[in-house]
């Protein structure tokens, strides 16, 4: 089993930053892949972003490109999503997902909601304009 807990979320005004973590704990290996969701009142989940931890390759959604930065500090178990430029849009929910998957799993998959075997609880992000 792994164990995933997010932090970071809060109130900002548009065009503040903001900084998400995902810590993980459990059965952990060394290679998975690690995305981001978020799902705003009334509309699907969505995929932002995606890391494979084992070689460190990073995937956007069109939405956030250029605007977040997923990383990750593999001692301490632990990505992360650096958000700028935040949109009133941009606010949601925002999920920690995991699955236990090759790299080439991660970059066909990191969007789809359904590809990831693990979830946290969520925090919550308001960008106000």
């Known amino acids: 089993q792994v164990q995933l807990v997010e932090s970071g979320g809060g109130s900002v005004q548009a065009g503040g930053s903001l900084r998400l973590s995902c810590a993980a704990s459990?059965?952990?290996?060394?290679?998975?892949?690690m995305g981001w969701f978020r799902q705003a009142p009334g509309k699907e989940r969505e995929g932002v972003a995606a890391i494979y931890t084992g070689g460190g390759s990073a995937y956007y959604a069109d939405s956030v490109k250029g605007r977040f930065t997923i990383s990750q500090d593999n001692d301490k178990n632990t990505v992360y999503l650096q958000m700028g430029s935040l949109k009133p849009e941009d606010t949601a929910m925002y999920y920690c997902?995991?699955?236990?998957?090759?790299?080439?799993?991660?970059?066909?998959?990191?969007?789809?909601?359904?590809?990831?075997?693990?979830w946290g609880q969520g925090t919550q992000v308001t960008v106000s304009s």
């Open positions: 459990g059965y952990i290996y060394s290679s998975k892949c």
């Open positions: 997902a995991a699955v236990l998957a090759s790299g080439a799993y991660c970059a066909r998959n990191f969007i789809r909601y359904s590809a990831y075997g693990y």
